[in-house]
């Protein structure tokens, strides 16, 4: 049991990385686009990658990206909890 949730944990690892670390960095890019450039029109640029409105996916893309965090959250806690006993030596 503990390989498979390895082995799930490993593979969700891979699948969200790339949205998630997609959404950090537009999503900071943004902030300091806007806040520390003055660059309004980059920001927003960079929002509508951070939201997927550039690619017409607004409504699923944040409902992925909590899934992923969500999925990953609950994996790992899975294999916190779920620790080897250790084998009785004699």
């Known amino acids: 049991m503990k390989k498979n ?3 799930v944990h490993i593979t969700l690892g891979v699948i969200c990385a790339i949205p998630v670390l997609l959404t ?3 999503g900071m890019g943004a902030v300091i ?3 520390y450039f003055g660059n309004e029109k980059f920001a927003d640029f960079l929002i509508s990658i951070h939201t997927m409105e550039i690619f017409g996916l607004q409504k ?6 909590g899934f992923c ?3 990953m959250i609950v ?3 899975i294999l916190v909890i779920k620790k080897p006993r250790p084998k009785n030596v004699q």
């Open 60 to 65: 699923i893309y944040p409902l992925f990206v």
């Open 5 to 7: 949730a390895r082995k």
């Open 69 to 71: 965090l969500f999925s």
């Open 24 to 26: 950090l960095i537009t």
């Open 75 to 77: 994996s790992g806690l």
């Open 33 to 35: 686009s806007e806040d």
